[in-house]
Each structure stands twice: as structure tokens, then as C-alpha cells.
């Protein structure tokens, strides 16, 4: 996807309950070197809904990599990358686990159900800030996303 001139537009699924996590990832990227647009979600349940396109997220776009916390209400970061990654129309979405747990188990589990990426929140400010400008740099600047024409998604 295109904005005018000003190249790629990156779009970007934060699921996350926390208001201040929310935020922090919104300040952290508004002067990121790539232009993206974020999305939020609350919980698993509206994840899934937004990544399937119903009720309210009809219209939404494909994200082109999320940012998933795991502990989050009604369904959890697990059970969406469980759904995400079995649908074949969503698996080739990247999947940032973005999480306060440092439990090997967490770890372990959501690389088995194919996490691309594991990262535990700090809770500095400052570091918080740093691990979001480091995800921008290497998710959205160095790695290349499939994008949805690829992979058989919508646009």
C-alpha cells in the first residue's frame, strides 16, 4: 500500500488492553522512519474480528505485522495466535509477542504456535520506548513483509 509520495504505508495491529502500553506504542511510532498506521484492538475477541474483517472492522485493512500482548480479557494472546496461525488466509501475517511475562513456558509456547517474535515489555519508560524504536527498526525497516496480494489475503 501506498500513501501519495511518500512510499510504503505500514499497517499495524496492536493488540493490547492496557491503555498506557497503548499510548506509549502510539508515541513511540508517530516519528518513525517508516510511515505506518496503527490499529488497536482490546482484546483477542476483537483482534479476531478485526483480522476477519466483521462487525465494525469490515473496512479495516490488513495489517502487515501485530503486535500482541498475551494476557489480555475474553481471549487471550494465545488462543489469537492459535486462531491466527491455523487460518490460511492470516498465518503469513509476522506476530510480535509484546509482554510483561518472562516465563520460560510463555516463551517456549508461543514460538511452538509460531510467534515470529518474543519480546517482554519493560517497565521503564524509557526502555519501553527503545524496545518499540528497535521492533520499528528491524520489523519495519529491515525485514521484508509479504504483502496480502501475495499470500492470498484481501488488500
Not at 24 to 53: I, P
Not at 121 to 144: C, M, N
Request: proline content about 6%.
Amino acid at each position: 500500500m501506498t500513501d501519495g509520495d511518500y512510499g510504503t504505508l505500514i499497517e499495524i495491529l496492536l493488540v493490547e488492553d492496557n491503555p498506557g502500553d497503548v499510548l506509549l506504542t502510539v508515541e513511540a511510532l508517530k516519528d518513525a522512519k517508516v510511515r505506518n498506521r496503527l490499529h488497536v484492538t482490546r482484546d483477542g475477541v476483537e483482534a479476531m474480528a478485526f483480522l476477519r474483517l466483521e462487525g465494525p472492522y469490515a473496512d479495516k485493512p490488513r495489517p502487515d505485522i501485530i503486535l500482541l500482548d498475551l494476557n489480555m480479557p475474553k481471549k487471550d494472546g494465545r488462543e489469537v495466535l492459535t486462531e491466527l496461525k491455523a487460518d490460511p488466509a492470516l498465518k503469513s501475517i509476522p506476530v510480535v509477542v509484546l509482554t510483561t511475562s518472562k516465563a520460560e513456558e510463555d516463551i517456549l509456547r508461543s514460538y511452538n504456535l509460531h510467534a515470529n517474535c518474543y519480546i517482554s515489555k519493560p517497565v521503564d519508560l524509557e526502555q519501553f520506548l527503545k524496545v518499540i524504536k528497535s521492533i520499528e527498526d528491524f520489523w519495519l525497516t529491515i525485514v521484508a513483509l509479504p504483502n496480502s496480494e501475495s499470500t492470498g489475503g484481501r488488500a
